[in-house]
């Protein structure tokens, strides 16, 4: 994953002024497998309990489904596998592809289809997508509808944006780079990147007409959308602005309250709550198949230790009253923690359960949590503390750890630690170090813990350390 302000890719001044590229899909009148009425080209047819993630809570038994009840309709969505990125192996991306979907065949033994939100390769070369297309095709269940979106990776090369993009189609199969497709009466509308990042006008402009014919075909189910790039501030790890023209998309979706957006890009870890969010429809993050990215200003950096190893993907099925979006865990071959299930129809965002306010209550130290300094590894300018971790309702996402001079009560070191929420298991202990002290000093160290919704414990950890003499 490339975030906007990191990467060296620049839009081309045609892209910026609303350039349409390549044969994207109009209103023309379409029919055949998997298309209704006025698409554009058809593509190929083929709880609320304590999750895993809080410490002393082991990953859930539960399985997609309901007991004595049948999906109308189910599809798994991943995305960023990124195939041959020169820091790793292409094998190992590749094994991780493989992984995936041989977990996904195990688990969810009747699929309707697949979606895959962009990131497939590194840079869009041809033997990148040859190793993909390869594990894909030889993995993935028969019969299902293959649904395939760009991403910013596949226009990471030198190709112009109309070449990037044809070759993705002629590599994934499919016929146009946004199109809408129903699966099982339900309407699936893919988008795709026009270049890094963008998406004109005039495709939003047909996102707005395709979910019109939706929601005429059937007002009471639930509109899919599926793009590459959240739409900033919704789902964690959407922090990013999608310019030009992200204002547009969101207005465009908000009068569709039924609408549930998909995207991936962001790499953020699924096992945070905020991974799906309600205000005006559902934004739902995919994760990623490829390693594990997360937000700055933390102890442990935005690819902390074991970032590598980190592998996510959803799983949803669809009822007659209810949307159910089960998270996996491709790297331990587990679930992450409970279901999200939305009620349908939607009648009123009013009705909605995962606003960015749902959460108030903080997170707390069981009995007995205790702090300590790790004496054996104290220097004269740092000292370790190690600590029990919290609990909360739904996820203890980080610390705020503090050292205090006792001789001049005044805070020296104060910063915020991921909880490693993100592994698997969490542990149940942390260590952290404090660094930058003074020798010969007594230090007073002070552990508060934040949940994934900025509550804070009301009580700290506390432990006295001191530093070595110095040299």
Excluded: C
Aim: proline content about 7%.
């Amino acid at each position: 994953m490339n975030k906007i302000a990191k990467s060296p890719f620049k839009l081309p001044v045609a892209i910026l002024f609303g350039l349409t590229l390549l044969t994207f899909p109009h209103n023309t009148e379409a029919s055949g497998p998997g298309n209704t009425p006025g698409n554009g080209p058809p593509v190929s047819s083929p709880g609320n309990g304590p999750p895993a993630s809080v410490p002393g809570n082991g990953p859930p038994e539960n399985v997609p489904g309901i007991p004595g009840d049948e999906p109308e309709l189910v599809f798994p969505v991943i995305s960023d596998t990124q195939i041959g990125r020169e820091t790793i192996s292409k094998d190992d991306d590749l094994e991780k592809f493989e992984e995936s979907l041989n977990q996904l065949g195990e688990v969810v033994p009747n699929q309707d289809a697949l979606v895959f939100l962009g990131d497939l390769t590194e840079h869009g070369s041809t033997d990148q997508y040859n190793y993909a297309m390869d594990i894909y095709d030889e993995n993935k269940q028969d019969g299902i509808e293959s649904l395939f979106a760009i991403g910013n990776h596949e226009y990471a090369n030198d190709l112009s944006p109309e070449e990037s993009q044809e070759r993705f189609l002629d590599k994934t199969g499919m016929d146009s780079l946004y199109y809408h497709e129903v699966v099982n009466d339900y309407d699936f509308i893919v988008m795709g990147e026009e270049d890094y990042g963008y998406y004109s006008k005039e495709q939003i402009q047909w996102v707005d007409e395709r979910l019109s014919k939706a929601e005429e075909r059937d007002s009471e189910k639930p509109i899919f959308v599926f793009s590459h790039w959240p739409l900033e501030d919704t789902s964690y790890g959407s922090e990013w602005n999608l310019s030009p023209n992200g204002d547009f998309l969101y207005e465009t979706l908000e009068k569709y309250p039924q609408v549930i957006h998909f995207a991936g890009h962001t790499h953020y870890p699924i096992s945070d709550p905020r991974s799906i969010h309600q205000e005006d429809f559902t934004s739902v993050n995919t994760g990623s198949v490829n390693y594990m990215w997360t937000e700055d200003g933390y102890l442990q950096g935005e690819l902390p230790p074991g970032h590598e190893e980190i592998s996510n993907g959803l799983i949803v099925e669809v009822y007659d009253d209810e949307v159910v979006i089960e998270r996996r865990g491709f790297h331990s071959n587990e679930w992450v923690g409970e279901p999200w299930v939305i009620d349908t129809p939607v009648e009123t965002t009013d009705d909605f359960e995962y606003t960015s306010n749902r959460d108030n209550e903080n997170p707390y130290f069981e009995k007995g949590s205790s702090a300590t300094i790790i004496e054996d590894k104290t220097t004269s300018t740092e000292l370790f503390v190690e600590f029990d971790q919290a609990s909360d309702n739904l996820l203890v996402h980080s610390y705020e750890v503090t050292a205090i001079d006792k001789e001049t009560d005044e805070a020296v070191t104060e910063y915020k630690a991921f909880s490693e929420y993100y592994k698997d298991p969490v542990p149940e202990k942390l260590e952290l170090p404090i660094n930058e002290l003074e020798p010969d000093t007594d230090y007073e160290i002070n552990v508060k813990a934040i949940d994934a919704f900025g509550n804070t414990s009301d009580e700290s950890l506390t432990t006295i350390g001191k530093t070595s003499e110095g040299d």
